[in-house]
């Protein structure tokens, strides 16, 4: 029997072992885009975007849980202009802010979050028009510590973000539309 329990536990800090070993060789920083058409022109959808009480009418993570409570501060929009979050569910805490952008082409936020996961991420909007439309793209960067290392090789970042900027662009782009 104790032959047994030594063996499984060999097997156990090994397959461990193995774990920490892949997560270390992971990229210590993480990229997910998504994008998409809009019939609207650019001005109008970066009013959507640069104004932070207009951004989380389509925000997917402003969407995501009942308990979210927002607050806003700065001015109204552009540089500046910021928002916090705070939840008991899936939501977490953080802030965001505004930190640039050049009209009507893009808008530059960091995204800094304190719970679940403390994390520092840029978030750029980029709106290109495109014969009477406007090709909207939503990235986020980040670094990603050897913790998100670890998390990513469970949940990846492209599928946990992924979603969430899919849903909101099209919502976006239903209100841009109207």
Do not use: C, H
């Not at 951004?55 to 929009?77: R, V």
């Not at 705070?86 to 800094?112: C, Q, R």
């Amino acid at each position: 029997m104790l032959k047994f329990f030594m063996w499984t536990g060999l097997v156990l800090a090994s397959a461990i072992a193995l774990l920490l070993a892949y997560a270390a060789r992971k990229p210590d920083d993480f990229r997910v885009s998504r994008s998409l058409n809009i019939k609207a022109p650019p001005e109008k959808i970066f009013a959507l975007i640069n104004n932070l009480r207009q951004f989380d009418t389509w925000n997917p993570f402003a969407k995501q849980d009942e308990t979210i409570q927002l607050s806003y501060t700065g001015p109204e929009s552009g540089q500046g202009a910021k928002s916090a979050w705070s939840s008991k569910g899936s939501a977490g805490a953080g802030t965001l802010e505004i930190t640039g952008g050049n009209a009507p082409s893009d808008v530059k936020m960091l995204l800094y979050m304190t719970r679940p996961i403390e994390a520092r991420n840029d978030i750029v909007f980029a709106l290109q028009p495109r014969d009477g439309s406007t090709d909207v793209s939503w990235t986020m960067t980040g670094a990603q510590p050897f913790i998100g290392k670890v998390i990513s090789t469970f949940m990846s970042m492209e599928k946990m973000v992924g979603g969430p900027f899919e849903r909101g662009l099209a919502d976006l782009k239903t209100l841009a539309e109207k």
